[in-house]
Nanobody
Framework: QVQLVESGGGLVQAGASLRLSCTASGRSVSGYTLGWFRQAPGKERDFVAAITRSGGNTYYRNSVKGRFTISRDNAKNTVYLEMTSLKPEDTAVYYC???????????????????WGQGTQVSVSS
């Protein structure tokens, strides 16, 4: 069993920064790919970023490249998403997720992730 808990969301103005954290408990997720997804009301859950277990490979959706940075600390069983230059279109509930080593290769597909957090709200006003 793995429990994921996100924190760090909030209401900010455009151009501000936020740092999201997601800590896993129950077992180590050091062998898992960790990802961030986001979902606005009435819209699909979209891929945001992912990081492989080694930390050597990161992936981002195009709209956040250069603004968001994903990182992980396996000793803390935690993944982070540093968000800068936030835009109103970044407003969504942000979820962290863990993809098992045995799952299919694509880090972009939500269904490949086994464990999910409850989400944290990020709201960006203009």
């Amino acid at each position: 069993q793995v429990q994921l808990v996100e924190s760090g969301g909030g209401l900010v103005q455009a151009g501000a920064s936020l740092r999201l954290s997601c800590t896993a408990s129950g077992r180590s997720v050091s062998g898992y790919t960790l990802g961030w997804f986001r979902q606005a009301p009435g819209k699909e859950r979209d891929f945001v970023a992912a990081i492989t277990r080694s930390g050597g490979n990161t992936y981002y959706r195009n709209s956040v490249k250069g603004r968001f940075t994903i990182s992980r600390d396996n000793a803390k069983n935690t993944v982070y998403l540093e968000m800068t230059s936030l835009k109103p279109e970044d407003t969504a509930v942000y979820y962290c997720a863990a993809k098992p080593p045995s799952s299919a290769a694509s880090v972009y597909v939500a269904s490949r992730y086994e464990y999910w957090g409850q989400g944290t709200q990020v709201s960006v006003s203009s």
